[in-house]
């Protein structure tokens, strides 16, 4: 009888580290490597916001890129995954939570490259292709469904307010309170739930009034309007100051940082 007693009592230790091993989520990190040269010409050639980092934080960025590809798998289908998109993919995924040090994204696990769009059955061929990205649910939950060409795309052109990497990122910086609707509460203070959701209500009603240059697809709904106004707020941050100084400063609270 003791000895069964010793065993459950045993047996119940295990489930209580297992327990909290899981809810902390932690991925296993190995030391890093010195950060590759040509890593670094790839992010000073395409990354803005790379680019306008002082000295004293650029290494920050490029240790946190380098620990998220060691933990995320990255796999082409019907695409060949190069060091080029391994940066921007990096990079899109630690823009948005550069400010939260110890942020890992622990509601991912790989990221599939498709060369091109797919649609809602991840397809890649024929008329109804429209879907430039996707957070996957279901069997394919933990992963992310990007196109080749868009993630590129994003990056060569400077002047855009759309980066479909960024916005998936974001998707999954929403869900980590449990669900995808807008509000990111792991990010926002109490305070600043209330004012946020006022701010969202009215600029979607801007959009569908046609008054507004935020991406029309943010009027979807609350969870849209965050990433793509998200996209805004990263891709062309002194656009949106000038455009929507509230909005700016909302997001400016929310992801701690000041990219214009």
Known sequence: METLLLILFVLA?????LSIAFRSGSKKQMPLPPFPEHWRSLL???????????????????????????????????STVEELDKVLIGASAIIPIFAFPDWEYVNLREVLLYPDSFNHDFEQKGADRSILGMVGEGALNGV?????HELRQAFLNKTSKTNTAIHEFVHLVDKTDG???????????????????????KEIKRILADKSDINPYGATNEAEFFAVVAE????????LERKNPELYQLLTSMFRQQPS
Do not use: C, H
């Open 144 to 148: 992310m469904v990007l196109s080749q």
């Open 44 to 78: 000073e050639e395409q990354s803005v916001f790379y680019q306008d980092l002082d000295q004293d934080r650029k290494p920050a960025f490029e240790k946190r890129v380098q620990a998220f590809l060691q933990q995320t798998r990255i796999t082409g289908i019907n």
């Open 232 to 239: 805004y707020f990263f891709e062309r941050p002194d656009l």
């Open 13 to 17: 230790i295990l489930t209580l580290l």
């Open 179 to 201: 669900t995808v609707d807008g509000i990111p509460e792991i990010l926002m203070q109490r305070q600043y739930i209330l004012p946020w959701l006022q701010a969202m209500q």
